[in-house]
């Protein structure tokens, strides 16, 4: 899915997370939860890959949750996220996880995913060859 404009709602609640991230620890942004969609965590993302410690903070804390783990698009842009960041080890171990939870054992959905948010999140061809990889596994 290409990307898509932020509603104001999702810009101002990424706006909040970024700032309570920059400051606090992630577990301040659970009563944030119920207000999270997938565009609003791809979103801030995108806002946050060249900040690192915030973008990681969040990936971390996003992981389990239904608004992150269950669409490829925040997935990906954090696959692209890891990898520009170097955390090869990171992005494989979250590549595994959605290539064995999907219904889509070539990828296909996935690649495609990838390809849709390469440049938005300027990303390096490193990140297909982690994906080859977690799916030869």
Known sequence: MPLRPVPAADAVLVSKAIAILERHHPRHLNPLIPQFT????SSLLLQAQSHKPVALKFIDWARPHPFFNTNLNPICISLHILTNFNLYKT??????????NSNDPKGLALFSELKDSYHACNSTSGVFDLIVKALSL
């Open 38 to 41: 997938p565009q609003a965590a």
């Open 91 to 100: 992005a494989h171990s979250l590549a595994e996880g959605i290539i064995v």
